[in-house]
């Protein structure tokens, strides 16, 4: 049974930074395609960042420069960095992970920046 926990979120204020963390049980995030996405209230679920086996990285354009993903395959944990952090990405940020056909996605974590 796959299981991803996603933890790290929080308050912060514009400029500030965060570290959000997904635990996998059940997958390995060493061979699969993981990301992060991003949900604000009202809108559509989108990419924020996405890592490869090889460990190529995509980003949304909105964060390039301010986020780092990144994973550590002996904790079978992935990561994302967030620097420089925006109004606008206030949202709930959730870990995905996908294996063939099949997308796993972890319960959420909120994201609020504001003074």
């Known amino acids: 049974q796959v299981q991803l926990v996603e933890s790290g979120g929080g308050l912060v204020q514009p400029g500030g930074s965060l570290r959000l963390s997904c635990a996998a049980s059940?997958?390995?995030?060493?061979?699969?395609?993981a990301g992060w996405y991003r949900q604000a209230p009202g809108k559509q679920r989108d990419l924020v960042a996405r890592?490869?086996?090889?460990?190529?990285?995509t980003y949304a354009d909105s964060v390039k420069g301010r986020f780092t993903i990144s994973r550590d395959n002996a904790k079978n944990t992935m990561y994302l960095q967030m620097n420089g952090l925006k109004p606008e990405d206030t949202a709930v940020y959730y870990c995905n992970v996908q294996r063939l056909t099949t997308e796993f996605w972890g319960q959420g974590t909120q994201v609020t920046v504001s003074s």
């Open positions: 059940g997958i390995s995030f060493g061979i699969r395609t």
């Open positions: 890592l490869t086996p090889r460990g190529n990285t």
